[in-house]
């Protein structure tokens, strides 16, 4: 590297490196909060070392499985759901030709990403809300009974999920949507010239086009796996849906800061980074093995 040739974009990307150092790097140093009988009044260094104690008294627990199992699922569904629907988003807003109405609905699209989760939880229960509800509201006027939706387990998943997927479907699709337009248009034109449907020219150029884009961001997102926001989980979630709605992020809140359990809770948000980055360093391999793209 040249110092002085690149001194500006050094400097360009200086504050971000310093971001990543102070609020990133250095607080790896607590991990080892897992490993001792930590008390706030001791500190870090004077708490007495326990070793796995943390991590055996987690997984002895009655909760270790259901909040593992909970996390898995919500993150799974949510890639399943939460991952094609943006690149599906970017191929059909690319195929609009009405440039006004395009840019109005991929605008539109965007306003749920910028909306706080607090509002999104206010909306959620206002509209699911057996008395007052929209939903039971319609409901009513079908001839059905209202639904207490935030109480019944099996409903739980499905809000979630459904929330998240269009809050960030539009905001998602920009990354794709910025790809597409790296595409040579002159391979549109070829295959327009032999005939090629629309269709057959999303299936053969754009989806190819933006393959490298979609192995990375599947890459990065298996890396999160086991990362399952507490935010919205607590402003949804109550103990008649703890057996689908708790997972380790919530567990670790409850125990961690509710319970001041400090060495508990940094043994098991541990554990959790461990397998996140077991599962990114494992689906990055095989991909480069089987693809030949991969993060490194």
Known sequence: MHMKRDMFLL????????????????????VIIAFKDYSPVKGILGSPWVGLQWFEQ????????????????????GL???FPIPILFALLLNELKNGIFKRVVQTTSYLPHFISVVVIGGMII????????????????????????????????TIYIGSDVWQSFGWNSIIYLAAITSIDPSLYE???????????????????????????????????????????????????????SDVISTFVYRRGLEGAEYGFA????????????ALLVTVNRISRKTSGIALW
């Open 58 to 77: 987690f997984f002895n627990s009655i909760y270790a499985a259901r909040v593992i199992k909970n996390t898995v699922l919500l993150s799974v569904y």
């Open 266 to 277: 940094s043994a098991v948000g541990l554990f959790n980074s461990a397998v996140n980055f």
């Open 190 to 244: 070829a295959a327009k010239m032999d005939g090629a449907k629309r269709w057959q020219q999303i299936w053969y150029i754009t989806l190819p086009g933006i393959r490298s884009t979609i192995i990375i961001l599947l890459i990065m997102n298996m890396g999160h796996i086991m990362n399952v926001g507490f935010e919205k989980i607590i402003l949804l979630y109550n103990p008649s849906t703890y057996v689908v």
């Open 126 to 157: 206002s509209f699911l809300s057996p008395v007052e509800g929209v939903v039971n509201i319609l409901l009513a006027k079908l001839g059905f009974a209202p639904i207490n939706f935030l109480s019944i387990p099996d409903w739980f998943r």
């Open 11 to 30: 400097l360009l990307i200086s504050p971000v490196l310093v971001y990543y150092i102070i609020f990133h790097y250095l607080p790896m140093y607590g």
């Open 80 to 82: 399943l759901w939460g």
